[in-house]
């Protein structure tokens, strides 16, 4: 009896220290991955390390406003944020008629994101570590050459409008982390590192080394396509702008 | 002042044209080649002196000609739209738009027009967009210098030098999936004259789709990569849509009008055999370029091209539009109409002038092989709701094509069945006619019919229920027969 609750008391001792859960974020054990890019294929380290279990909310950005009037529609820098920032909120603390608190918060731009996240003691996540996480569906770590992951991805893709759902109401993953495809797009900290020009055609050519995925995307292979569009569309923005579709989640590295 | 410094510049500019014109007459060597190298500088050196907002229409119209303006600069607002839309009765479909349709916004500018282009991504939207128009000459036609996140605009210009009919389309990454979702349009490049001028003009774009249901699957349907990289479309359609250009949607003109169509191909895949049943095209515009080619039935139009056709309309009734790879008309909805109304011209077209029965063999009773197994299966018979549901199926794929959907029959060639005094009077003798055929001259209510119908290729149960429906249809007696009255008379 006596052992038993020595055992217990072991065992969730050891699960807060060694695993250092942290609340509402997953480990994510590291490894390395081949991402799209890079003619090479070489493969990508990417460190142990924390991820926000889900996107964050509008509930928790107006939060962050309260303690950070800086960041207001009315009072941020125009360098720091367009003219779509805050758009869906009808002034600085409350959310137009139909936008659920509990929805991802998008309309939000690099910088405001960034600094979210530093000020919770984290930050974003890099290009790196979104697209590790990205890979996995809720069985496997990299289920990107199932038909079935890629394919979900796609037919979001080109849904209009699901970016008013709740946190939470797409698939848990593999690491426990929710929303990753499915409701929004998702800052990163190098969103453009990877360059993609307006005309992606002539990125497709072997002859540009920063882009090319060129062979592959010459190919069927469905998995490139869910991958190109993210590209594609990280390509397209600026770290002021302010996207309906675009929100953020956070990270943590591991000390 | 001001307005006669203009005009003599403009006399000055048009002496100039003369000169270059006259040049180009006087060349003996050269060529075709020489003269578009002319017209392509002449273009470049068209100064701009006015400015206006470009008329964008959805298809089927288009903006009024160029003609009478001078080139100018031209203001074209676009704004793309991701939204959901049907692709037929019943089936939702998400189209990415240029301006909300399917094709896009008709742009109709000049040689000479300097197009300041401004491409609004919708802050809805969820995907970064370009454009590439076919009209540009620069890297792209446009799409590097057009790429635009959602819920931002950009701002690009050209200048138009070569006339034609181009298509546009997005080309972001994939390319495919974004003209497989509807991002394609046509741009005119009018030559400084202007067309000819025409009675109507119409602005059609052929498209293929590719969905995760078949053909008709209701519900909203996802696009799917994986058939439209196999190039298996299920749906190949006119504006956007299966009826895009039917029933409300159908074209119009009146008897004498001369017809110009704008056609399209956006793909992404496949190439269209543009064909108008019931028109010859007096002119094609080949390719959507200077080449006229006179007096064609099917007129190719490949994937990313266009072609401008125009016909004049002789005679009244329906022309139907088709893809003429046939079974894309027919069963993936590449069909459309155009109602032509007016009087009638006999000496053009008469229409039906004398129905009579062709018979190869001869005058003789014809029969169908008869497969001996079928007339000796044991027979359990069918109760009559049986009967009537066997019997309706039987009608829709023996009888009908002769005897109509209602048993009315055809005047003069097929005696009706519906309230028919020789069927109700006798159902012996109409047992054998199925049975045996019959060929001569018979009198159905009170009309004398001359012609020849087969042995039917039915066994009794058969003939039994077929004849059970028949006789309990369209006001006829109600008799129910019997897989034993069917074998009385074939044992006769």
Redesign the interface.
């Known amino acids: 009896m006596f052992s038993k609750f020595v055992n217990i008391v072991f065992i969730v001792f050891f699960s807060l220290t060694s695993y250092g859960q942290l609340e509402g974020m997953a480990l994510i054990q590291g490894g390395s991955y081949i991402p799209l890019y890079g003619t090479d294929s070489m493969p990508v380290k990417v460190a142990d390390f924390h991820i926000d279990k889900y996107p964050v909310t509008n509930a928790e950005f107006v939060k962050f406003l309260e303690e950070n009037p800086k960041w207001k529609k009315e009072n941020v820098i125009a360098l720091y944020a367009d003219g779509n920032y805050l758009r869906h909120f009808k002034d600085d603390s409350n959310l137009k008629e139909g936008e659920l608190q509990k929805a991802p918060m998008t309309n939000v731009s690099w910088f405001a994101a960034k600094k979210y996240c530093e000020c919770q003691g984290k930050r974003l996540p890099t290009l790196d570590e979104w697209e590790y996480v990205g890979m996995a569906d809720e069985k496997k770590a990299d289920a990107r050459t199932k038909d079935d992951y890629n394919k979900f991805i796609l037919s979001w893709y080109e849904k209009p409008n699901s970016y008013n759902q709740e946190v939470g109401s797409t698939f848990k993953n593999y690491w426990g982390v929710y929303d990753m495809h499915g409701l929004v797009w998702e800052w990163t900290h190098d969103f453009n590192s990877v360059l993609i020009s307006g005309e992606s055609r002539k990125d497709v050519d072997g002859g540009n080394s920063l882009f090319c995925g060129g062979a592959a995307v010459g190919s069927s292979d469905l998995m490139n396509y869910a991958a190109f569009m993210r590209y594609a569309f990280r390509g397209s923005v600026k770290a002021n702008y302010s996207i309906r579709t675009l929100g953020f989640r956070c990270a943590k590295s591991i000390k | 002042m001001i307005d006669s410094q203009i005009k003599s510049k403009l006399k000055m500019f048009a002496s100039l044209t003369l000169i270059i014109g006259g040049a180009s007459l006087f060349s003996c060597s050269g060529g075709a080649n020489q003269e578009s190298e002319t017209r392509k500088v002449k273009a470049e050196d068209i100064k701009v002196v006015s400015e206006m907002k470009a008329d964008l229409t959805s298809p089927p119209f288009v903006p009024k000609s160029t003609a009478n303006r001078a080139a100018t600069k031209l203001i074209v607002d676009m704004e793309i739209l ?3 839309g049907e692709m037929a009765d019943g089936v939702e479909y ?1 189209y ?1 738009t240029f301006g909300g349709t399917v094709p896009g916004s008709f742009i109709r500018t000049k040689v000479g027009d300097e197009v300041e282009f401004t491409l609004k991504n919708h ?6 967009h ?1 454009i590439d128009l076919h009209a540009v000459n620069g ?2 036609g446009g ?10 605009e950009i701002t690009f210009s050209f200048k138009t030098l070569n006339p034609g009919l181009y298509v546009y389309h997005c ?5 495919g ?1 974004h003209i497989a ?1 509807g991002m394609y349009g046509l741009i005119l490049v009018e030559p400084e004259e202007g067309l000819a001028p025409v009675d109507k003009e119409y602005y059609i774009m052929q498209g293929d789709f590719y969905t995760k249901g078949e053909f008709g699957e209701q519900g909203l349907q ?2 799917d ?2 058939k439209a ?2 190039e298996d479309a299920d749906y190949v359609v006119f504006n956007g849509k299966v009826g895009g250009l039917t029933g409300e949607n159908e074209l119009t003109a009146k008897v004498g009008e001369t017809v110009r169509l704008f056609v399209g191909n956006g793909g992404p895949n496949l190439v269209s055999s543009f064909h108008v049943i019931g028109e010859i095209f007096d002119r094609v515009h080949v390719e959507g370029g200077d080449l006229i080619n006179e007096n064609v039935q099917t007129t190719l139009i490949p994937a990313g091209g266009a072609a401008i056709v125009e016909f004049k309309v002789d005679v009244p009734g329906e022309l139907v539009l088709v893809d003429h790879s046939i079974f894309r008309a027919f069963n993936k909805g590449a069909l459309g109409m155009m109602n032509v109304t007016g009087d009638e011209k006999k000496d053009i077209f008469a229409g039906t002038i004398q129905e009579g029965i062709y018979l190869p063999e001869g005058g003789t009773i014809q029969s169908m092989p008869v497969d001996e197994k079928k007339a000796d299966e044991p027979t359990v018979e069918l109760s009559k709701a049986e009967k009537m549901d066997l019997g309706k199926k039987l009608y829709g794929s023996t009888c009908f094509a002769c005897h109509q959907a209602n048993g009315e029959g055809i005047a003069n060639a097929f005696p009706p069945l519906a309230k028919a005094d020789y069927l109700n009077d006798d159902v012996s003798r109409a047992i054998e006619i199925v049975l045996r055929g019959k060929s001569g001259e018979i009198t159905v209510n009170g009309k004398t019919y001359n012609s020849v119908m087969t042995a039917q290729n039915l066994n009794d149960k058969e003939v039994a229920a077929v004849m059970t429906y028949v006789y309990n249809s369209w006001g006829n007696n109600g008799t129910v027969v019997t897989e034993d009255m069917v074998k009385k008379v074939r044992n006769k």
Not at chain 2, 123 to 128: A, H
């Open positions: 991701e939204e959901t998400v990415w802050p809805d939207n969820k995907l970064p370009n890297p792209g799409a590097a210098s057009s790429f635009v996140a959602p819920g931002h080309a972001t990454a994939p390319v999936m979702n996802a696009f990569m994986q990289v196999d």
